[in-house]
């Protein structure tokens, strides 16, 4: 297999500036090479920057020094247009609070990353059906997101990240709120994806399960990445 880089972290650093908090430091010059079709699981502690750096890779901030490239795109040189391009069709960005609308049918939630890409109403049919099968939320197309469970929001936040065929998929602590059943099909689930249809999958996650499912995992402390650990090779 020919090993390509999807993701590449050249001596990133971002610094959150508020009036009130003064400046927080947090990414201090990271490196990360992510391959595609890899599984990466990114660790470590509360407060150490593992969000915000799957926020600049999902395109949602701006480094303020350093390159942060994704599939061939170089974020901090895309203007708003771009950004919200990388967003819509490059990377599936999963948060942790699912991010979903509240008022909206599963269907209607999963359908609007098409929406916003402008797929022809037809297309979008299709896409969104093929998705709901796969995730095993059919039956459920037309319940609203708010009478969900958890796990069923954990899915169709999955479902909608992967709608557009993304090549990343970025996952942000995908088993926190969720039982052990729930997380367990979270995570078979994004295995699944990187299986059938070789998405590159970053996890974020506290969770020391997210290691046997992940090929790598690094550790995150204070905004610097400590180490790589080989769990599955
Ligand atoms: N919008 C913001 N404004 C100011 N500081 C922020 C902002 N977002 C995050 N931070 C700070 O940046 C640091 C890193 O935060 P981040 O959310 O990336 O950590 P994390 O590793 O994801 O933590 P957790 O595991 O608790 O989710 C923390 O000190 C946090 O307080
Ligand atoms: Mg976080």
């Known amino acids: 297999m020919v090993i390509e880089p999807v993701v ?46 799957l926020k600049l890779i999902a395109g949602l901030l701006r480094p303020d020094r350093g ?19 990388i967003r819509n069709t490059v990377v599936g ?14 269907y209607e939630n999963v359908e609007i990353p098409l929406l916003i890409a402008g797929v022809p109403k037809k297309i979008r049919e299709e896409k969104v059906s093929e998705i709901l099968e796969y995730i095993g939320l059919k039956n459920m197309a037309s319940k609203p997101a708010r009478f969900l469970s958890g796990g069923e929001k954990q899915r169709v936040a999955i479902a909608r ?5 993304p090549s990343v998929i970025l996952a942000d602590e995908p088993t926190a709120n969720l039982d052990w059943d729930s997380s367990m ?38 905004g610097v990445l400590k180490s790589y650990k080989e769990s599955r090779v």
């Open 8 to 53: 590449i972290l050249r001596d990133v650093w971002k610094i959150y500036r508020d009036p009130k908090v003064g400046e927080t430091i947090a990414l201090k010059g990271v490196n990360l090479v992510v391959n595609r079709g890899e599984i990466m699981a990114i660790h470590g502690p509360s407060g150490s920057g593992k969000s915000t750096l």
């Open 67 to 85: 390159d942060v490239i994704v599939d061939g795109y170089n974020i901090s040189m895309l203007d708003e247009e771009g950004l919200a391009m």
């Open 93 to 106: 960005y999963i948060p942790q609070d699912y991010g979903l609308v509240e008022d909206l049918n599963v």
């Open 161 to 165: 990240a992967m709608v557009n065929t």
């Open 185 to 222: 099909r979270a995570l078979e689930m994004l295995k699944s994806l990187n299986r059938d249809f070789k998405t590159t999958v970053i996890i974020v996650s506290h969770d020391p399960r997210v290691i046997d499912y992940a090929d790598r995992a690094v550790i995150m402390v204070s």
